[in-house]
Each structure stands twice: as C-alpha cells, then as structure tokens.
DNA sequence: AGTGCGATTGACT
DNA sequence: GTCAATCGCACTA
C-alpha cells in the first residue's frame, strides 16, 4: 500500500469525512431514503473499495418483517443501537446482509443496504466476488457484501466513524428515488418500504418492481 | 438437544 | 423462468 493510499484512509472519494450521527435521520424510512446516493467505504489491506448506494429497504418499528419484532436476541441486539451502526447477520447459510441501525437507543429497527454503484476499488471487489462485470459486482445485498468482505465480525460497527466500513456524504441530489414493496418476504409484504434510484442500473430486483 | 426456516444466490431448463 | 444449497439462529421440549 503507498504513501498516497493511506493519506486517503478516513476520506471519501470527494476527500469527506463519514457523515456525523447528527445528520442521519432517526426514523427508520427518512433513513431509506436519506441514505440513497450516499458512498459507502470499505477500508481494507489491500486498499479502499467504495460505491454509491442506490438501493435500501426499511425495516420499520412493529415490522412483522424485522428481525426486531420479537425483541432482541443475541443475534439483532446491533439493531437497538443509536442510529448508524451496522447490523450484519448470514442469510439462508451463505449470504451476509448489512443494515444501518435506526430509531432511538433501545429501539429495534434499520435500514437493509441491497445495492450499490461501484466506484473505488473496482478491482478489489472484482476480486472478491470472482466477476468482472460492472452492474453484477454489488447488485443485491448479499452481492455487496461479498464484494466488500462483509461479514458478521462487522456486526455493532459505528458506521459514522473512521475504520474498517463507513458512511461518506455522496451525492447532495442522487436523482429521482422510486419506491416499492420489498423483496424476499412473507411477512408484512404490501408495504412500500423499498427505495431505489430510478435510473441506476445497479439496483436489484425485478424491473416490474422498479417502476413506481 | 432437535427442528425448521429464511431480508439470497448461482446454476440450470 | 425454476430450484436447491447452506448454516446460524430462534424456538420448542
């Protein structure tokens, strides 16, 4: 790693800081939304990957969908935490999902990160992920966390703090954000908790659903 | 201690 | 479009 990589560490691609906890909003859907266009930084030995994420879904308080709707437990209790830490669990056995935690400390819910738009690192995560194909790299959530080696050791990190995973300040006007139901499901699955930037090609799902 | 089940993905028809 | 892999965790007893 040279001189000039670890002058970057701490920065985003625009030379910001992460975002301050101050300027995340506290409900769970305002979150969705407010963290479209946002960069999210990975901070690893070999170097910085980082994209702009362009899809979230909200996991709102008394959601028969959330991981939180039982209380806690040892696996969700990161979803209590003050808004902007990570909760990281394994999905179906293989697949790590991150969410941003939101609410009040003590209040379990949070914002799941489904997609995100390349930006630093390519070849990092080209890497990790074992493709080359630009829109497949960080197209689903458990995609993302594959191209940025994110696993369960990340779980209850602030994610408004320097290190190994944050939040940086991207975009001020991502472009127009659509919304639907979300996906993967049972539970609660009429809701439009879905949010995405209407004219990415790196956000998931079906195109039926990415029109509203 | 045993059981059932996913906030998915990649391989395949 | 369909479908099975995979395993940690919550739940029941």
Redesign the pocket.
């Known amino acids: 790693m040279g001189r000039t990589d670890a002058l970057k560490r701490g920065r985003d691609k625009d030379g910001q800081p992460p975002l301050a906890r101050s300027e995340l909003p506290t409900d769970t859907v305002s979150l969705a939304r407010y963290l479209i266009g946002k960069i999210l930084v990975r901070e690893l030995p070999e170097g910085v990957a980082s994209g702009r994420i362009v899809e979230t879904?909200a996991?709102v308080v008394g959601d028969a969908?959330?991981?939180?709707y039982?209380g806690m437990?040892?696996?969700?209790r990161s979803?209590f935490l003050e808004p902007g830490h990570a909760?990281v669990?394994?999905?179906?056995?293989?697949?790590c999902?991150l969410?941003v935690s939101s609410e009040m400390p003590g209040i379990g819910a949070?914002v799941?990160i489904r997609a995100f738009e390349p930006l630093e690192g390519i070849p990092i995560m080209q890497l990790n992920?074992g493709i080359e194909r630009l829109r497949?790299l960080a197209r689903?959530?458990?995609?993302?966390t594959?191209a940025l080696r994110v696993d369960?050791r990340l779980d209850g990190l602030d994610l408004c703090r320097e290190g190994p995973l944050w939040l940086g300040s991207g975009d001020h006007e991502p472009g127009e954000i659509g919304q639907s139901i979300?996906?993967?499901?049972?539970?609660d699955a009429s809701r439009l908790l879905r949010f995405y930037l209407r004219d990415s090609p790196f956000v998931?799902g079906?195109r039926s659903l990415n029109v509203r």
């Open positions: 879904e996991y969908a959330g991981h939180a039982r437990t040892g696996r969700n979803l909760y669990y394994l999905a179906y056995g293989s697949s999902m969410n949070g799941l992920r497949d689903g959530p458990g995609r993302l594959a369960r979300r996906i993967g499901i049972t539970q998931s079906p």
